[in-house]
């Protein structure tokens, strides 16, 4: 499985596997690859919204530096 090319796209991505994972004709086999796409997929999301989440912490820090230097 390729890696997304954004949060959005591994949470399309996501919801089709999903989709085919709670489908009752899905042959047990097809079912564990799925799961193991799944897992590198929330994987890939997990750590896109930590980045994401640290990157903000990061610019709230300068700003409330700036603003103490303002004082």
Do not use: H, N, W
């Not at 919801?15 to 994987?43: H, N, W």
């Amino acid at each position: 499985m390729k890696q997304p090319k954004s949060f959005e796209e591994g949470m399309r991505r996501l919801q089709e596997v999903l989709g085919v994972l709670r489908d009752d004709a899905t042959p047990l086999a097809q079912s564990v690859k799925i799961y193991a796409e799944a897992a590198s997929l929330i994987s890939y999301c997990k750590q896109t919204l930590d980045d994401a989440k640290l990157k903000i912490e990061e610019i709230d820090a300068e700003l409330a530096e700036k603003a103490g230097d303002d004082l």
